[in-house]
């Protein structure tokens, strides 16, 4: 099995190659629209290298909350005790991973991650809650692109929410 250059040999075989880490690796490589948009070869190596296996996660939820991206709200016996903040459970490094993709997309303002970008900037009105929303979906479709092995497709990036 080919090794791509920028992961290290440990993780290149064994266990890695055994959760389909290749097929992600290689689906980011060949894939001109999503290199496009800033998240090439080494963003998705550091995102594998982080994750380590597709199904570590029960749900997106999960993931989210591990790249520090989840909203936490707290309360007492039903009220508020104040303002809504994101999760500082996690890696922040998967969170920078993400805000990357964002920064290249924002930088040539087009492509599908600019677009939905510019969907959720109507729908919330705040560029952070806008910009943030975009970073989880650009994490979900990753997760999603390597738990499935298949190709990205940016017709399907910007129209569904889910």
């Known amino acids: ?4 250059r920028f ?3 440990g993780l290149a075989s064994g266990r890695a190659a055994a959760h389909g880490v290749f097929p992600v690796l ?3 490589q060949t894939s001109r629209s999503w290199a496009g948009e800033g998240f090439g070869q080494r963003l998705a190596g550091l995102f594998v290298a982080f994750v380590q296996d597709p199904d570590r996660f029960k749900d997106f939820s999960k993931l989210t909350r591990y790249c520090r991206l989840a909203i936490r709200d707290q309360s007492s016996d039903g009220k508020p005790l104040g303002f809504q903040q994101l999760d500082r459970q996690g ?6 991973i993400s805000y990357r993709a964002f920064l290249q997309a924002a930088k040539r303002k ?6 939905f970008y510019q969907l959720s900037l109507r729908h919330v009105a705040s560029t952070t809650h806008a910009r943030l929303n975009t970073q989880r979906k650009i994490l979900k479709t990753l997760w999603t692109l390597w738990r499935r ?5 940016p017709k399907l990036f910007s129209h569904a929410q889910s």
């Open 149 to 153: 092995q298949s190709d990205f497709d």
């Open 91 to 96: 890696l922040s490094i998967l969170k920078a």
């Open 1 to 4: 099995m080919q090794r791509a």
């Open 110 to 115: 087009d492509g599908p991650v600019w677009d």
């Open 26 to 28: 290689l689906a980011c």
């Open 7 to 9: 992961l290290p040999r």
